[in-house]
């Protein structure tokens, strides 16, 4: 129910990470114009570090669990959205955190005709503290529509700010057409970033930054296991089927949504030929588009496949010590 009194609703997914939660709230302001939402996931570790937080907090954050049966952050969320009482929403990862001014840079759009306001995030390792590269492909997309705001860069910039994260979304929206977060493990928030996206008529860009991002060891975004990869690409098809529906295959391509991508984190995880060849099959029987120049051109892209090349020559020519 979104309610008259307050403008904003945080939703937070949680599992096993007390300590980062706490400093993910504390980074938060503690204003009635804020609702704070945290569903937990089912924690296993640490439960009396979270029973002790949700203590702490009161009624400042509405803790609940995910009594559902379906693990996941995706199943989190729409408990969370449940809940939400906001005018705008903004969602965020339980080890991640808000930057200093992060009210003042979104209050600002509280009473705009946007649907969307996208904030370029930062991103950083957990271990050093030092620079990462997980905001990099949005802080691109940005720039590039900021200095050339084309209808083809607008596509990519929604397209492919595939994260729930750094960007307001009006909650109105997302009522109206119903849009919730798939309910897996891998992708579960790809499909309501990409319909939130598609639905959205007006949206900003904000130069403040308001939200980093933190890269750790061993979280589900680094699995790379087969039965992982095919969750994800179950994902991908669906979100590529729900937009050809909308979108010629021209505008697909420009927005890279093909087989390359798919093929290329199958490739660097070494899923073996048959899976290869399976895996262009399965996108030719959804009738997708399996490449794009524009893929191909793009700096990235060729790093990639450089890597992959000098990668390649090393383990051949290695010479193995005595």
């Known amino acids: 129910m979104i309610s008259d009194k307050r403008n904003l609703s945080v939703i937070i ?7 980062l939660l706490k400093k993910l709230i504390d980074s938060i302001p ?30 400042q954050v509405e803790f609940y669990k995910n009594d559902t049966g379906i693990k996941g952050a995706g199943t989190c969320r729409n408990i969370g959205l449940h809940h939400a009482e906001g005018k705008w929403l903004l969602f965020a990862d ?6 200093d001014g992060m009210y003042e840079a979104v209050s600002k759009y509280f009473d705009s005709v946007y649907d969307e306001v996208f904030f370029v995030p930062t991103s950083i390792y957990s271990d050093t503290g030092e620079a990462a590269d997980i905001h990099g492909v949005y802080a691109k997309r940005a720039d590039d529509y900021t200095l050339a705001p084309t209808e083809e860069n607008l596509l990519k910039l929604k397209m492919s700010w595939t994260v729930p994260w750094s960007k307001l979304v009006r909650h109105e929206l997302v009522k109206k057409h119903n849009i919730c977060f798939d309910e897996v493990l891998f992708f579960n928030d790809m499909m309501f970033s990409v319909k939130a996206s598609h639905y959205s008529k007006n949206i900003a860009i904000s130069k403040d930054v308001i939200y980093c991002a933190v890269k750790l060891k ?22 590529c089927d729900f937009l050809r529906k909308q979108y010629t295959v021209r505008e697909m391509k420009a927005m890279h949504y093909t087989c390359l991508g798919m093929l290329y984190r199958a490739v660097k995880n070494k899923y073996g030929i048959k899976k290869y060849l399976w895996i262009i099959k399965v996108f030719l029987e959804h009738k997708l588009p399996l490449w794009s120049w524009g893929q191909i051109s793009t700096d990235s892209f060729r790093q990639a496949v450089q890597d992959w090349r000098t990668k390649r020559i090393n383990s051949k020519y290695m010479v193995k010590g005595n």
Not at 94 to 99: E, I, K, Q, S, W
Not at 220 to 239: D, F, N, S
């Open 13 to 19: 997914p949680h599992y096993n990470t007390p300590d």
């Open 30 to 59: 503690h204003i009635e114009d804020i609702q704070i939402i945290v569903v937990d996931d089912n924690s296993n570790v640490q439960l009396e570090e979270l029973s002790a937080l949700q203590a702490d907090y009161g009624d």
């Open 94 to 99: 339980a080890d991640d955190f808000f930057l």
């Open 218 to 239: 061993g979280s589900l975004t680094m699995q790379v296991g087969w039965k992982a990869y095919e969750i994800r690409l179950q994902e991908y098809l669906k979100v």
